[in-house]
């Protein structure tokens, strides 16, 4: 009995058309990006999918509130309220297969969309953490806590107007922590929206304690707007506040202990990967497993040439910009932006040894106002390849011509003090405790 109601519901309600909206908007806002060639932006790993799929939620889940409220509204529409009021049959069994269809279409719905993320992300790495599916199913429990919250507000205020102003009352809401989050950190109570508005990449992943705070703060907000949706008096609708609150009171001291902004850092994802051949060793991190093979041969014609220096070091490690310093001097660090999920080295051959080489084997370094000198690395590079300009990107204009200069200023000094000059720079390059960005 209750599954064929179930089908009819499916059949005849709002709630499939939900479904389908939050499958056509949320497949546009992905694949948007392909327009302008930023589908890196999530395609990149699984857990930076889950991430950016909740990013669109600031779309979805005032979608999802609206058409709850509308589904809501149904019998108003129809003129069967007074009629149904005067069966014996509970309201809770009325709305049960209703609220069940809302639910069932918005997690097909969000489902769809991750599919369709996943058909980029799996052709692009190798690496399948098992974080991601905490994040896609708080994401998934948001949007029924917004289906029915608006199914229960559509029932206590069964207007026209309700829905689309639902909606964007929504939007409007989810808008806060995005544009506070553009002008520095904000509180941890911000991630009670289900959204995230802090950056992500694929050595980062959400907070245990945020997957669970949120989880219990929209169980709260699902089982109140049901409560809502089922009590038969206008006057028992204060319990649907239970719920609400206690899910508060229980999310609120595990995001606070969360760090700050939900995400930390994927050990996994940055621990080492290493040859082992006989050769000299050379490691990436795990999500770049996939890499090693292409980067092994650059990596050891690198080490050769930088034999040259005194303390010559004897390993390359891939290194991402969370790895603290300083660097051991028996290795080369070689910085993480170097590799595009799905794309591989960012050169290759020639041109990734020159890479490895930059700054003499160490990553890149901020000074006191956050600039990298990427001219002395560039040059300390080709010094040790042996050849100016090195393979690789060229510059143009005036950092060029100013590249030129301090080429010929270093070659002009005795071979001894271009060798001091070359081994300083690595030294300085070594004592670095802070990262930079950037390749080169």
Not at 45 to 54: G, I, K, N, P, S
Not at 157 to 173: C, I, K, R
Not at 430 to 440: F, N, P, Q, Y
Request: with cysteine.
């Amino acid at each position: 009995m209750i599954a064929r109601i179930l089908r009819t519901e499916l059949r005849r309600s709002s709630a499939l058309a939900a479904g389908g909206l939050v499958v056509v908007l949320g497949v546009a806002g992905l694949y948007s990006m392909a327009m302008t060639d930023q589908t890196d932006i999530w395609d990149t790993e699984w857990t930076v999918l889950a991430v950016f799929q909740r990013i669109m939620l600031a779309v979805l889940w005032p979608l999802a509130l609206g058409a709850g409220a509308w589904q809501a509204r149904r019998d108003r529409r129809t003129r069967m309220e007074e009629l149904l009021s005067t069966t014996p049959r509970p309201a809770w069994r009325r709305v049960l297969p209703t609220s069940a269809a809302m639910a069932i279409c918005l997690t097909i719905g969000y489902v769809a969309l991750l599919a369709a993320g996943a058909i980029r992300v799996a052709g692009n790495t190798d690496y399948r953490p098992a974080g991601w599916i905490p994040i896609a199913l708080v994401g998934a429990l948001s949007l029924i806590a917004a289906g029915w919250l608006g199914m229960g507000i559509g029932r206590l205020v069964p207007s026209t107007y309700t829905p689309p102003v639902l909606a964007v009352a929504g939007f409007l809401v989810l808008l806060v922590p995005v544009q506070v989050g553009k002008d520095g950190p904000i509180s941890n109570i911000s991630l009670l929206a289900p959204l995230f508005s802090g950056p992500s990449d694929e050595f980062t992943t959400v907070a245990g304690a945020v997957n669970a705070g949120q989880a219990v703060w929209f169980a709260g907000l699902a089982l109140g707007g049901l409560a809502l949706l089922m009590v038969a008096r206008r006057r028992w609708m204060a319990v649907a506040a239970v719920p609400v609150v206690a899910g508060l009171l229980i999310a609120v001291p595990l995001l606070d202990s969360a760090p700050e902004g939900g995400f930390q850092a994927d050990l996994v994802a940055a621990s080492e990967v290493c040859t082992a051949d006989s050769g000299p060793v050379v490691c990436v991190t795990k999500v770049h497993e996939d890499g090693l093979s292409a980067l092994t041969g650059p990596a050891r014609r690198a080490l050769t040439l930088l034999a040259k220096l005194p303390d010559a070091p004897t390993s390359v490690h891939e290194v991402t910009g969370s790895r603290p310093g300083p660097q051991p001097a028996a290795e080369v660090w070689f910085h993480s932006d170097n590799y595009r999920l799905g794309h591989g080295w960012e050169s290759s051959g020639d041109e990734l040894v020159v890479r490895v080489l930059a700054g003499a084997g160490t990553r890149p370094c901020p000074d006191q106002n956050g600039d990298v000198d990427y001219r002395t690395r560039a040059i300390v590079s080709a010094w040790l390849y042996g050849q100016y300009p090195a393979p690789g990107p060229k510059a143009t204009g005036e950092e060029a011509a100013a590249r030129d200069a301090a080429w010929q200023a270093l070659r002009a000094l005795p071979a001894d003090e271009q060798l001091r000059r070359v081994t300083a720079v690595r030294q300085e390059g070594l004592a670095c405790a802070s990262t930079g960005s950037g390749a080169r």
